[in-house]
């Protein structure tokens, strides 16, 4: 069974930073590309990122130069690194692992893509 848990959220100002961690166990297909999502109170789940097996990343443009995504040296550990947060980053943060990215459309943007979710991390950024 696969797991994938988040760590790192919290509440800080705007300018601020945190890093999310998203921690993957269990029996997965190699090559697996990992998500991360946000939901905000009353909105959609939007994509934020996506990161595949061999560290190549993809972001969307909201986040395009504050956020980072890499991996871990164990290879089941991604990481989010947020820089210069404002109020609109708000939300609940979701990672998720897409075991078949590699056989599909670059990247994969979509919720229904991915297989696997954590259970989420929230992130409060107050002005």
């Known amino acids: 069974q696969v797991q994938l848990v988040e760590s790192g959220g919290g509440s800080v100002q705007a300018g601020g930073s945190l890093r999310l961690s998203c921690s993957i166990s269990g029996s997965i297909r190699s090559n697996y590309c990992t998500g991360w999502f946000r939901q905000a109170p009353g909105k959609e789940r939007d994509w934020v990122g996506v990161?595949?097996?061999?560290?190549?990343?993809k972001y969307a443009s909201s986040v395009m130069g504050r956020f980072t995504l890499s991996k871990g040296d164990t290879q089941n550990t991604v990481f989010l690194q947020m820089n210069n947060l404002t109020p609109e980053d708000t939300a609940m943060y979701y990672c998720?692992?897409?075991?078949?990215?590699?056989?599909?459309?670059?990247?994969?943007?979509?919720?229904?893509?991915?297989?696997?979710w954590g259970q989420g991390t929230q992130v409060t950024v107050s002005s």
């Open positions: 998720a692992a897409d075991p078949y990215c590699s056989t599909h459309y670059w990247p994969p943007r979509l919720p229904d893509a991915y297989k696997y």
């Open positions: 990161i595949d097996g061999s560290g190549r990343p």
